[in-house]
Nanobody, 127 residues
Framework: QVHLVEVGGGLVQAGGSLRLSCAAS????????MGWFHQAPGKEREFVAA????????YYAEAVQGRFTISRDNAKNTVFLQMNSLEPEDTAVYYC????????????????????WGQGTQVTVSS
């Protein structure tokens, strides 16, 4: 049984930083591409960032480019999202997700292509 567990969310002031972690179990982590998505109240789930199985390539939504960094540690079955210069617009529940195949930028951004999802962690940025 696959489990993805996100931690690291919380309340932070605008301009602050948070680091999210997602620990994976029940799958061969090093064979999966990983992504982060977020969902604000009343809105659809949106792509934030993704990283290939080897960590050799990363993808970012335009809104977070230059502020967020995705990384992974395959030895620890964990993917990270370092979030800097946070803005109130970043307030959302953040989810990590795993997908076996990732061939294009569009693949990285499409939630429907991800095989497994975590339960999410709340990030709230106050102004």
């Amino acid at each position: 049984q696959v489990h993805l567990v996100e931690v690291g969310g919380g309340l932070v002031q605008a301009g602050g930083s948070l680091r999210l972690s997602c620990a994976a179990s029940g799958l061969t982590f090093s064979s999966y591409n990983m992504g982060w998505f977020h969902q604000a109240p009343g809105k659809e789930r949106e792509f934030v960032a993704a990283i290939t199985w080897s960590g050799g390539r990363t993808y970012y939504a335009e809104a977070v480019q230059g502020r967020f960094t995705i990384s992974r540690d395959n030895a620890k079955n964990t993917v990270f999202l370092q979030m800097n210069s946070l803005e109130p617009e970043d307030t959302a529940v953040y989810y990590c997700a795993a997908r076996r195949f990732l061939l294009t930028n569009a693949d990285a951004e499409e939630a429907v292509g991800y095989d497994y999802w975590g339960q999410g962690t709340q990030v709230t940025v106050s102004s």
